[in-house]
């Protein structure tokens, strides 16, 4: 496999931009509004053309669905842009910012690109409307096909000037879908849809896929040899291994913990699920839980010493938290009669779950030490499996508000609820990746 | 910040991203083990590992239908044939416990497989679609294995029953309504031979 060295990044300039709202991690225009940005189709400054429109366009486009999809930005529409974007200059001096200033734009992205047959290089600059000034300048070089990473990349770079934090854009995620038919095979794909891979094609029930730390492997719970168990599939190699539990029993699900070198993974044996401690190679470390009712779904926390869990010992399903080291577990949740699908919110804070309310389910999140729980999104739908993208800012689930079961994006605290996916079938079981490079 | 260069990071990502594409086929042409009839079953012993699947075997004349994996992959419904000498039992949502009813159709499965001492049976838990994937698995398996041990209590020897659960997955009804719902809270028996036990 020779694979071409295709993305080279070359940081012209980074100052730092003070924007209002920049060291709250809250992006606001100055209004208080979201804030107005205005993104230009790119300048095609060189070369081959057969792709022109697709590329000018098309990294724009991306970056107005990463920009929109964060909830922080209002994108300006470019039906109200002045300037011609193949006609004017993409540096500083070489355009007129009144025309951005005239349509209300206090951001601009604007930016070039060139094709040498398979490779586009890209340069994309953020600039300050209302200083006349650059912020960011980046040149990208990568094949063609990968333009949309490219503008991942950049706009999470425009995040991480206004917040001090980079955005999640280059990442993926991985889930469950049945196309349309009966078999649930795992998928992963960009935010944006792009780049979908098919991860399992073997017709039966593919479950709960999660992503190692590294980004390098997807664990996922199958019934592809009859009876459930884990397997870890290498995205990079398409190697695969089983996880044969010892003692017997059924794997049904497992959590990587955050430094990658074990996986809690809930155990079904003679009716009851506990949950074990395994390395990675599936070999269990030791018991967790030794309880005769049904005890699923962990978590880890960020730091890798707590675990969140579903435990119907009180007689319904509830959330608890227990010590890796040992101790007993403690309950999280009290309100509700059916809490599940904890998952630990990255910046340590917060815990999100899927909770039934009436004969619905809906999202919450709820402070790690207990208390007051946040419902997140309507009960005049379903919404469940939430999982928090890495850096714990937005949360994506799964929902059936529009029919079939899509995947969704909102912010952590319920704002801006955007669909990502659209396929034929059901989508479900979100499982966000960590930061990829 | 200072102006870096990132070339081998960059590299790393570029990398992995055409490493999937281009190792994909080869892990997902595999041949599909679902077919095969051999079993990782751990709790297998031995004798038992001759090669069987879903419906083979059993008395000639008894029909359970296959196992609601192999009915789903064949593109049919899991229903469990009105001429099946071992009936379905239901559950309330989020119960296991057994019903009066849910006894009573137990005692009778129990009369059939006293009569037929060759029949091993798997008991497949369902649930239905409502919550979490995961926890309704977990709910599944009590459910087959709380049918698994009243049959057990009325003198079915263990080792002819193994349970397994579907949890939500393979619904045999698929309306959003509580008619269909208690449809798919059930308990499943299916007559399989020379499988293990577990």
Request: glycine share 10%; hydrophobic share 35%; charged share 25%.
């Given at each position: 496999?020779?694979?071409?060295?295709?993305l080279?990044i070359?940081?012209?300039?980074?100052?730092?931009?003070?924007?209002?709202?920049?060291?709250?991690?809250?992006?606001?225009?100055?209004?208080?509004?979201?804030?107005?940005?205005?993104?230009?189709p790119?300048?095609?400054?060189?070369?081959?053309?057969?792709?022109?429109?697709?590329?000018?366009?098309?990294?724009?486009?991306?970056?107005?669905?990463?920009?929109?999809?964060?909830?922080?930005?209002?994108v300006?529409d470019?039906?109200?842009y002045?300037?011609?974007?193949?006609?004017?200059?993409?540096?500083?001096?070489?355009?007129?910012?009144?025309?951005?200033?005239?349509?209300?734009?206090?951001?601009?992205v604007?930016?070039?690109?060139?094709?040498?047959?398979?490779?586009?290089?890209?340069?994309?600059?953020?600039?300050?409307?209302?200083?006349?000034?650059?912020?960011i300048?980046?040149?990208?070089?990568?094949?063609?096909?990968?333009?949309?990473r490219?503008?991942?990349?950049?706009?999470?770079?425009?995040?991480?000037?206004?917040?001090?934090?980079?955005?999640?854009?280059?990442?993926?995620?991985a889930?469950v879908s049945?196309?349309?038919?009966r078999?649930?095979?795992?998928?992963?794909?960009?935010l944006?849809?792009?780049?979908?891979?098919?991860?399992?094609?073997?017709?039966?029930?593919?479950?709960?896929p999660?992503w190692?730390?590294?980004?390098r492997?997807?664990l996922?719970?199958?019934?592809?040899?009859?009876?459930?168990?884990?397997?870890?599939?290498?995205?990079?190699?398409?190697?695969?291994?089983?996880?044969?539990?010892?003692?017997?029993?059924?794997y049904?699900?497992?959590k990587f913990?955050p430094?990658?070198?074990?996986?809690?993974?809930?155990?079904?044996?003679?009716?009851?699920?506990?949950?074990?401690?395994?390395?990675?190679?599936?070999?269990?470390?030791?018991?967790?839980?030794n309880?005769p009712?049904?005890?699923?779904?962990?978590?880890?926390?960020?730091?890798?010493?707590?675990?969140?869990?579903?435990?119907?010992?009180s007689?319904?399903p509830?959330?608890?938290?227990?010590?890796?080291?040992?101790?007993?577990?403690?309950?999280?949740?009290?309100?509700?009669?059916?809490?599940?699908?904890?998952?630990?919110?990255?910046?340590?804070?917060?815990?999100?779950y899927?909770?039934?309310v009436?004969?619905?389910?809906?999202?919450?999140?709820?402070?790690?030490?207990?208390?007051?729980?946040?419902?997140?999104?309507?009960?005049?739908?379903?919404?469940?499996?939430?999982t928090?993208?890495?850096?714990?800012?937005?949360?994506?689930f799964?929902s059936?508000?529009?029919?079939?079961?899509?995947?969704?994006?909102?912010?952590?605290?319920?704002?801006?609820?955007?669909r990502?996916?659209?396929?034929?079938?059901?989508?479900?079981?979100?499982?966000?990746?960590?930061?990829l490079? | 910040?200072?102006?870096?260069?990132?070339?081998?990071?960059?590299?790393?990502?570029?990398?992995?991203?055409?490493?999937?594409?281009?190792?994909?086929?080869?892990?997902?042409?595999?041949?599909?083990s679902?077919a095969?009839?051999?079993?990782?079953?751990?709790?297998?012993?031995?004798?038992?590992?001759?090669?069987?699947?879903?419906?083979?075997?059993?008395?000639?004349?008894?029909?359970?239908?296959?196992?609601?994996?192999?009915?789903?992959?064949?593109?049919?419904?899991?229903?469990?044939?009105?001429?099946?000498?071992l009936?379905?039992?239901f559950?309330?949502?989020d119960?296991?416990?057994l019903?009066?009813?849910?006894?009573?159709t137990?005692?009778?499965?129990?009369?059939?497989?006293?009569?037929?001492?060759?029949?091993?049976?798997e008991?497949?838990?369902?649930?239905?679609?409502?919550?979490?994937?995961?926890?309704?698995?977990?709910l599944?398996?009590?459910?087959?294995?709380?049918?698994?041990?009243?049959?057990s209590?009325?003198?079915?020897?263990a080792?002819?029953?193994?349970?397994?659960?579907?949890?939500?997955?393979?619904?045999?009804?698929?309306?959003?309504?509580?008619?269909?719902?208690?449809?798919?809270?059930?308990?499943r028996?299916?007559?399989?031979?020379g499988?293990s036990t577990?």
């Amino acid at each position: 496999m020779g694979f071409k060295i295709a993305l080279i990044i070359l940081f012209l300039s980074i100052r730092p931009w003070v924007a209002s709202g920049a060291v709250t991690g809250e992006i606001r225009g100055q209004g208080g509004e979201r804030f107005p940005i205005a993104v230009s189709p790119l300048k095609n400054t060189g070369g081959n053309t057969a792709d022109s429109a697709r590329l000018s366009t098309g990294i724009a486009d991306a970056m107005v669905h990463d920009l929109e999809l964060s909830g922080w930005f209002k994108v300006l529409d470019r039906s109200a842009y002045i300037e011609n974007a193949q006609s004017s200059g993409v540096t500083l001096g070489t355009f007129d910012f009144k025309d951005w200033a005239t349509i209300g734009a206090e951001g601009l992205v604007k930016g070039g690109f060139s094709v040498q047959g398979d490779d586009v290089t890209v340069e994309l600059r953020l600039f300050d409307v209302y200083q006349n000034k650059e912020r960011i300048g980046k040149r990208y070089t990568g094949r063609v096909r990968d333009y949309r990473r490219i503008a991942h990349k950049f706009v999470d770079e425009i995040i991480n000037q206004f917040t001090g934090v980079p955005g999640v854009f280059n990442t993926r995620i991985a889930y469950v879908s049945n196309s349309g038919g009966r078999f649930k095979e795992i998928f992963v794909s960009h935010l944006d849809g792009s780049e979908k891979f098919q991860v399992t094609d073997n017709h039966t029930i593919n479950l709960s896929p999660v992503w190692s730390p590294d980004g390098r492997s997807i664990l996922y719970s199958s019934f592809k040899d009859r009876n459930q168990t884990l397997f870890l599939f290498e995205l990079y190699s398409g190697k695969e291994i089983k996880f044969t539990p010892r003692g017997g029993g059924r794997y049904l699900s497992g959590k990587f913990s955050p430094d990658g070198q074990t996986i809690v993974a809930t155990l079904e044996s003679g009716g009851n699920t506990n949950l074990y401690l395994l390395d990675r190679s599936g070999n269990v470390i030791r018991r967790l839980t030794n309880d005769p009712g049904i005890e699923v779904s962990p978590a880890w926390s960020p730091d890798g010493k707590q675990v969140v869990f579903v435990s119907d010992r009180s007689g319904s399903p509830q959330l608890y938290i227990l010590d890796v080291s040992g101790g007993a577990a403690r309950r999280l949740t009290y309100s509700g009669n059916y809490n599940t699908s904890p998952e630990w919110s990255p910046r340590g804070d917060r815990i999100v779950y899927t909770g039934r309310v009436g004969n619905r389910f809906a999202i919450f999140t709820i402070p790690v030490d207990g208390g007051e729980a946040r419902k997140l999104t309507s009960e005049s739908f379903d919404s469940e499996d939430p999982t928090w993208s890495p850096d714990g800012r937005f949360i994506a689930f799964s929902s059936n508000r529009a029919g079939k079961y899509h995947l969704y994006v909102m912010q952590a605290g319920g704002d801006n609820q955007r669909r990502l996916t659209g396929s034929g079938g059901d989508d479900t079981k979100p499982h966000w990746s960590p930061r990829l490079d | 910040m200072t102006n870096r260069m990132r070339i081998p990071w960059s590299v790393c990502g570029i990398v992995a991203l055409f490493s999937i594409a281009a190792c994909a086929p080869s892990a997902t042409n595999k041949p599909d083990s679902a077919a095969s009839a051999k079993s990782a079953d751990a709790d297998a012993s031995g004798a038992d590992r001759r090669a069987g699947e879903g419906q083979r075997g059993g008395t000639g004349e008894s029909n359970t239908g296959a196992s609601s994996l192999k009915q789903m992959q064949e593109g049919k419904s899991p229903v469990t044939p009105a001429s099946s000498p071992l009936k379905d039992v239901f559950y309330e949502f989020d119960r296991y416990d057994l019903s009066a009813d849910a006894r009573s159709t137990l005692r009778a499965n129990a009369d059939w497989l006293k009569n037929n001492a060759s029949a091993r049976v798997e008991i497949e838990g369902h649930c239905d679609e409502r919550g979490t994937s995961e926890y309704n698995l977990a709910l599944g398996a009590k459910r087959a294995q709380a049918a698994r041990e009243f049959l057990s209590s009325l003198g079915i020897p263990a080792d002819r029953l193994s349970t397994i659960s579907y949890g939500q997955e393979i619904p045999v009804c698929r309306e959003h309504s509580e008619d269909c719902w208690k449809q798919n809270r059930r308990a499943r028996f299916v007559i399989v031979q020379g499988r293990s036990t577990s």
